[in-house]
């Protein structure tokens, strides 16, 4: 009878979450960009020390470089999982 949309209450919860999980999605994938280029830039300066010889800075870089992995990893797990596949 109203000029408004006619949802009801669960479409409406159920678009609310919808933009909760991609708000969240988003926000996980943006981080993951950021980790994943330092990452790269690790072992690009690593690579760049062992192709000289520079072997004092071989190990630091590749063990920040692991725990850049293992952050993005622990970042994945705030992913929401499809329930419909």
């Known amino acids: 009878m109203g000029s408004g949309s006619s949802l009801s209450t669960t479409e409406r919860q159920l678009r609310a979450e919808r933009s909760h999980q991609m708000t969240l999605i988003y926000t ?3 981080c993951l960009v950021s980790v994943i280029s330092v990452q790269f830039l690790l072992l690009t300066v690593a690579w760049e020390a062992y192709l000289s010889r ?3 800075v071989v190990s630091p870089t590749a063990l920040l470089s692991g725990i850049c992995f293992v952050a993005a990893c622990w970042l ?3 992913i929401p999982r499809s ?3």
């Open 54 to 56: 520079g072997n004092g």
């Open 83 to 85: 329930e419909r596949l």
């Open 28 to 30: 996980v994938m943006a």
């Open 76 to 78: 994945m797990r705030y």
